[in-house]
């Protein structure tokens, strides 16, 4: 188990821009960062970063947090898994200390695969490098492709023995399970005994983005026809190989340098780039290319060259992948080398110069290498030259870009010397019958609207962005035979969401700041009649906060917001001075994501740059004492107005004494007119 040390350590140590720039290519916007979700598929950024408080919004899902959280949503890792990664990037000794019986038995069975794994691949690169066979068959097949020690080192290659059960029977002995040996797929299990799947093999790990070791590909180097040449690890929890690229994991910072990424189809070829110096590089690894794959690199760069072999067959093969690019609204350029070569040997037989020049000299619009490829198959037959031109429009129709559309069209028409006329109406045609596609579809999918009854108005529902609609009540949230109408309840939740809610962002912002507020008291005058007083105080503001409320003897209604705000005030007080990093650090997980949101919410006008629009907003921090008067006030003005209705719907109709009740209706309801009056307003509903 971590030591607690070594998690301040890493908290006070990462940087959040630092760890998200890893994985999504930032830009900066004023003193956050920007860039493209990497949890969902969009055009424009909605994607922020605050250096400043450590933190990081994405405003497309509704997800945040601080360097932990991003790791465990983007790479799915455990906290542990999280805060391993963060140290071994920032070079911080982890310290352990002893786990109980209790927290072994629960370690999580993603982490144990992970392990496995991991340990697999340094398994198979010890063999490599220390083993006699490893040695005389793998390395020097490594070699003979013109791979460097440095390479071998990069890529953590490796070798795994021709012996049936050689890493199973390794792996047991050091304590490791046959149960993540097979759901792992280095071991396939039989009821004589379990064997290794990699037998005999050079092997190439497959890590993910953060570097975790997902699976492997292993390549048989003996003649043996009844054995595929390649062999990859099966899916599991951890390894699906239409979400991972080989290579990503070395070129994520390159890519994201460079603006590009070349995109080959075999492991070889991403390490022959990479050798040659061009480390921008990533393969699908044999598969047909898919959409998650397409992300991955999106988040990185909106620029794809894909690299074909020589070959027609492939070339061929390989257009079909353009369309997915251009679907999800990427640049595509496309670079074939002379027929009878691939990546791999074209990158070993140039220099790395050599290498650049051919790559920027021959890399097409994928409209022109679409057109030299086919044109040669339609010749002068005018049925083929028209399905080609109809093949052409049809990729252009996946553009989601108008502008991009109308600029390929113009240059389609140019190339086929046809009418751009007809070209944009034959487009036209394909991007409505999409369009009825879709809608078709959706419409399908759509379930008839239902009102469900709940009884409990308070559900703990957190809520989220006002101006979301995915962040709005569901859809059985108010009770169907309550006397207000749909839209009365949630004018009547909204109002007390956003006022809790803004206590909680004070707290967070201003708690620790001391501000002048205005204290109303009951003295004796001159004459002994008691009258109201106003004096001015100094108090912390989240001191006003709390003892306000606690006047009323009330307690925030969201069950979320609730919790957090006894958080907080625990912090403010176990704490001589309060440090936003420092709370955010130790930060419960159900809280962080309504706690990001809060702090996260300014960042929104940076985001729209709604200023360059001039759409000002107020600075709260300019008014904090008064800010503060008036949420509290009008919390508690809502809050008490509660415990009036519900003091009313007690009172009993018959002839029973409701003496006491009454009375304690008019007390609340003289301080509720004392709220009117002081936030210089009538309240009506309580009229």
């Not at 962040?471 to 009365?488: A, H, L, W």
């Not at 707290?507 to 008691?530: A, H, I, P, Q, S």
């Amino acid at each position: 188990m971590i030591s607690q040390n070594t998690i301040d350590t890493v908290f006070e140590t990462a940087r959040v821009e630092e760890v998200i720039g890893d994985f999504v290519n930032l830009k900066r916007a004023g003193s956050n960062f920007k860039g493209l979700s990497p949890f969902s598929d969009e055009r424009s950024p909605s994607f922020m970063v605050s250096p400043a408080k450590g933190i990081w919004k994405d405003f497309s899902t509704g997800k945040g947090g601080n360097s932990v959280k991003f790791l465990m949503e983007h790479s799915q890792f455990t906290y542990p898994e999280a805060i391993r990664y963060l140290a071994r990037k920032y070079n911080i000794e982890i310290e352990e200390t002893e786990q109980t019986d209790a927290e072994k038995a629960i370690t999580d069975v993603r982490e144990s695969m992970y392990l496995v794994s991991e340990f697999a691949a340094k398994y198979f690169n010890d063999t490599l490098l220390n083993s006699e066979e490893g040695k005389a068959i793998g390395l020097s097949y490594f070699k003979e492709r013109g791979f460097t020690n440095e390479t071998i080192k990069k890529f953590n290659l490796g070798y795994s023995p021709e012996t049936w059960d050689a890493l199973t029977k390794e792996a047991l002995g050091k304590g490791y399970k046959l149960e993540f040996l097979e759901s792992t797929g280095l071991t396939i299990a039989r009821e004589d005994r379990p064997f290794d799947r990699f037998k005999g093999r050079v092997m190439f790990p497959i890590q993910s983005m953060s570097g975790r070791v997902l699976g492997f590909g292993g390549r048989i180097l003996t003649n043996d026809k009844k054995a595929a040449k390649y062999l990859n690890s099966p899916e599991s929890d951890i390894y699906h190989k239409s979400k991972v690229l080989y290579g990503i994991f070395q070129a994520k910072q390159s890519i994201a340098k460079q603006n590009n990424c070349y995109l080959v189809e075999g492991y070889t070829d991403v390490i022959q780039f990479n050798q040659a110096g061009i480390e921008n590089v990533v393969a699908s690894s044999g598969t047909a290319l898919t959409p998650d794959q397409i992300r991955l690199i999106n988040r990185l760069t909106r620029n794809i060259t894909v690299l074909f072999d020589g070959d027609a067959a492939g070339l061929r093969a390989s257009i079909r992948g353009i369309d997915l690019i251009l679907e999800e609204g990427m640049n595509v350029r496309v670079c074939a080398f002379p027929d009878g070569e691939d990546p791999d040997s074209f990158a070993r037989k140039n220099s790395h110069d050599d290498l650049v020049a051919y790559l920027e000299n021959n890399s097409k619009d994928f409209i022109q290498f679409k057109a030299s490829i086919l044109m040669g198959e339609a010749k002068n037959d005018p049925i083929k030259k028209a399905d080609l031109i109809r093949d052409m429009v049809a990729s252009i129709s996946k553009i989601p870009d108008r502008i991009q559309r109308e600029v390929y069209i113009q240059e389609c028409a140019r190339i086929m010397d046809i009418s751009e006329q007809v070209l944009v109406s034959t487009l036209a045609q394909l991007i409505q019958k999409d369009i009825a596609e879709a809608n078709k579809k959706q419409k399908q999918e759509q379930k008839p609207f239902q009102v469900y009854k709940n009884q409990n108005l308070n559900t703990g529902y957190s809520g989220g962005d006002p101006e979301d609609p995915r962040n709005g009540p569901p859809e059985d949230y108010y009770p169907v035979e309550s006397g207000y109408s749909v839209q009365q309840q949630a004018d009547k939740v909204d109002i007390l969401y956003r006022l809790e809610r803004k206590v909680i962002e004070i707290l967070l912002l201003y708690g620790d700041k001391t501000e002048e507020f205005e204290d109303v008291l009951l003295k004796n005058n001159e004459e002994g009649e008691v009258v109201m007083v106003t004096e001015k105080k100094e108090y912390k503001v989240f001191q006003r906060i709390y003892l306000s409320l606690q006047e009323d003897e009330v307690e925030l209604s969201n069950t979320l917001f609730r919790d957090i705000f006894k958080d907080l005030i625990d912090f403010y007080l176990q704490n001589e001075k309060f440090s936003l990093e420092q709370y955010l650090m130790r930060l419960q997980p159900e809280f962080a994501q309504e706690v990001t949101d809060i702090l996260m919410e300014d960042e929104r006008l940076t985001l729209h740059n709604w200023e360059g629009q001039n759409i000002f907003t107020k600075a709260k921090h300019e008014t904090i004492a008064q800010y503060v008067t008036e949420t509290v006030m009008s919390m508690r003005w809502f809050l008490v107005g509660k415990i009036i209705e519900e003091l009313k719907s007690s009172i009993k109709p018959d002839n029973s004494d409701n003496t006491e009740l009454l009375s304690m209706v008019m007390d609340y309801s003289g301080l509720v007119n004392s709220f009117s009056k002081k936030l210089g307003r009538v309240m009506s509903r309580y009229h």
